[in-house]
Structures are given as structure tokens and as C-alpha cells.
């Protein structure tokens, strides 16, 4: 009998959206495709030539093994392919989309003996927190809730209508640096500066009211301790802002700054790209790339 293959993709994702640390995220129309098979021993195979790890601490594997053990399951191994289209450790998900998939794709191969609901708390338990998670695994602007193990969702289909400029740096910054970086204690006042601003940036986006953005998305929890680790941050944000994007923030941990137009803004972008190439020397690290909305999530063929 022929052998079976699953083929999972996911969305690249863009958490916290400014106000909303740990809680908000949505998914984006970038992918990373896997493979997954049965196998006697842990077979990894990068398809782009991207430096992963091989062994059984490839992060796919280890996310995919959690769902052997959760199940009580011996695993020897599994043969699994990967083509990473989502850049690394530049706040889009790729992370994320690896525990997802591994999660889905071992789920696939044992009959899909766990609900949506245990895969969204098994990688949010091995992610710490379900910002990228749950919309790399829904789709869509997710609102997330991590409470005493248990994960709580509303999952809000994204205005097709909206475009996401992701300024992409060539530098990586990784999370664990960007989170330690944030103070252990924070005052009342700005707890309340981002709860009002979080509700805010989520009934903006269910109402469409984006005019609301440029405020909603400002924050007082994260993005000033992280822009000095962005070079050149400070100032794309004053450019998608003066250029007329409705919001801008870190995309998730950074060093991604995310601006949120409309699609059929040409000019943002044409104007964006001209002066990243043009501009100062802080400036050309970016890349700009045009995203759209993803709605529908991880898919399972
Ligand atoms: N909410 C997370 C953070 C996203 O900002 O650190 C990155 O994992």
C-alpha cells in the first residue's frame, strides 16, 4: 500500500497589533508548506535550502512529537519536507507556523484524533502565548485569551479590502531578546492606555472603522522598549504615517513594522519603496513587501 503523504500550509501571521500584547494577531497571504510521512527515524528536509535544524529538535518535529505524546503514542520518527516562505525571527510567525503545522500534520497522520480546540492549547502551550497561533491556525484577526490552560478565541474575518505593508529588515531579532527587554511591572495608567486601545483596534477591525487605527494601534506595553532594537524603526514609522496608512505598529516581537493601507492604495506603496531605496542608509535595510488578508488558515491536504 502506497505510503500517505500530508501536505500542510500556513499563513504567516502579525501579532499584537500594536495595543493588543499577547492577545490579538492575524494571518497574512504568505505560506510555508510541509510535508509530513511516516517513517522509521527523523528525516528533515528543507525544499528552499533554508539552514534548519535536522535532528529531532527541528522545531516542526518536536511540535509534531507533542501530539504523539499528548496521545500517549510511540514515534520512532517521520520524514518531513519543508519550503519556508515566511521569513525567520522577523516577527511574522515563522515559528508559529512550524507548531502548527507539526501539530496539524501529525494529527493528519494518527486520523485527527484531537479536536481544533486541543491542537489551538498544545501550540499555544509549546508557543507561550496564542497570538500567532491561533490565526496561523484560523485565519483571519484573532482576539485570544490564554487562561489557566485553556485557550478562548473570536475569530474575525479581515476586510478583503484591507492591505498589510510588512517593512521587512535585514536583520533578525529574536524574541526571547525583545521580551526581555520589557519592564516586569507597568503602572495602572498605561494598563489602561493599552486595554482601551486593544478594544479599540478589535471593534475597528469587526466594524471597519479603520480611521480608528492610528490611535488604537499605539501602545505603551512593548514598542518603545523594542524600537532601539530596530534600527531604522523609528523612522518607518514616520513614513507609512506620513504616507497615510491607517495603522502601524511591531509586527509581534519585531523587527517587522507592519502598516495597515488599502488595497488599492498604489501610491503608499510606490512612495513606501521609492524611499527605502532612496532614503537614509537606517532605511535601506528594509524590504517592503505587499501582503493581503489571509481568511481561511492551515489548510490539510
Ligand atoms: N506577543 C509576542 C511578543 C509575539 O510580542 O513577544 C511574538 O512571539
Do not use: W
Amino acid at each position: 500500500m502506497a505510503q500517505r503523504t500530508v501536505k500542510v500550509t500556513v499563513p504567516a501571521t502579525s501579532a499584537n497589533v500594536g495595543a493588543g500584547f499577547d492577545s490579538l494577531g492575524l494571518a497574512l497571504s504568505l505560506y510555508n508548506e510541509f510535508t509530513f510521512a511516516a517513517a522509521d527515524r527523523v528525516r528533515i528536509t528543507p525544499l528552499d535550502g533554508s539552514r534548519i535544524p535536522l535532528g529531532p529538535n527541528n522545531l516542526v518535529y518536536r511540535s509534531a512529537r507533542a501530539v504523539y505524546d499528548q496521545l500517549g503514542l510511540p514515534l520512532k520518527g517521520l520524514a518531513i519536507t519543508q519550503t519556508n516562505a515566511i521569513p525567520m525571527t522577523r516577527g511574522l510567525g515563522s515559528s508559529s507556523a512550524c507548531i502548527v503545522a507539526g501539530i496539524l500534520g501529525a494529527n493528519a497522520l494518527l486520523g485527527g484524533k484531537l479536536t481544533a480546540q486541543q491542537m489551538l492549547t498544545l501550540a499555544t502551550a509549546i508557543e507561550g502565548h496564542p497570538d500567532n497561533v491561533a490565526p496561523a491556525l484560523l485565519g483571519g484577526f484573532v482576539t485570544s485569551v490564554y487562561d489557566e490552560g485553556q485557550v478562548y478565541t473570536v475569530k474575525k474575518d479581515i476586510d478583503p479590502d484591507l492591505a498589510f505593508a510588512a517593512f521587512i529588515p535585514d536583520f533578525r531579532l529574536l524574541t526571547a531578546k525583545a521580551r526581555a527587554v520589557l519592564p516586569q511591572m507597568i503602572s495602572h495608567k498605561d494598563a489602561v492606555y493599552n486595554l482601551s486601545r486593544a478594544a479599540l483596534a478589535t471593534a475597528a477591525f469587526c466594524e471597519g472603522s479603520y480611521s480608528l487605527l492610528r490611535v488604537a494601534t499605539k501602545d505603551a506595553l512593548h514598542q518603545q522598549y523594542r524600537l532601539p532594537l530596530i534600527e531604522g524603526g523609528d523612522e518607518v514609522f514616520d513614513l507609512a504615517q506620513d504616507l497615510g496608512a491607517a495603522g502601524v505598529y511591531i509586527s509581534g516581537a519585531g523587527p517587522t513594522i507592519m502598516a495597515v493601507v488599502h488595497k488599492d492604495d498604489a501610491d503608499f506603496f510606490d512612495r513606501a519603496d521609492a524611499a527605502l531605496r532612496t532614503g537614509s542608509d537606517k532605511l535601506r535595510h528594509f524590504t517592503l513587501r505587499r501582503l493581503l488578508a489571509d481568511n481561511v488558515g492551515a489548510v490539510v491536504e
